[in-house]
Nanobody, 122 residues
Framework: QVQLVESGGGLVQAGGSLRLSCAGS????????MGWFRQAPGKEREFVAA????????YYADSVKGRFTISRDNAKNTGYLQMNSLKPGDTAVYYC???????????????WGQGTQVTVSS
């Protein structure tokens, strides 16, 4: 069992940056892949980025490639999403998730955090 808690969301102007954190509980956090997803009002939850258990492989949605960076520190049981050059279209609730494989499919992730709001003003 893994419990995840996101933090770091907030209000930022377009062009600004935020770093989201995802704190995982339990000694097995380092064994799981981690993903970040987001959900805007009235839209489906969509994939943002994923990282494998070791941090050696990362994957990004085309919409954030080059602007967002996913990383993890297994010694701290924490994952991160560095978001730069933010756009109003990035406004959403951001969720971290843990699963067996680093995939783009939300159904592959068994554990989810409660989400953190990111709002980008124009």
């Amino acid at each position: 069992q893994v419990q995840l808690v996101e933090s770091g969301g907030g209000l930022v102007q377009a062009g600004g940056s935020l770093r989201l954190s995802c704190a995982g509980s339990g000694r097995t956090f380092s064994l799981y892949a981690m993903g970040w997803f987001r959900q805007a009002p009235g839209k489906e939850r969509e994939f943002v980025a994923a990282i494998n258990w070791s941090g050696g492989s990362t994957y990004y949605a085309d919409s954030v490639k080059g602007r967002f960076t996913i990383s993890r520190d297994n010694a701290k049981n924490t994952g991160y999403l560095q978001m730069n050059s933010l756009k109003p279209g990035d406004t959403a609730v951001y969720y971290c998730a843990a699963g067996s494989l680093a995939t783009m499919r939300r159904y592959d992730y068994a554990y989810w955090g409660q989400g953190t709001q990111v709002t980008v003003s124009s």
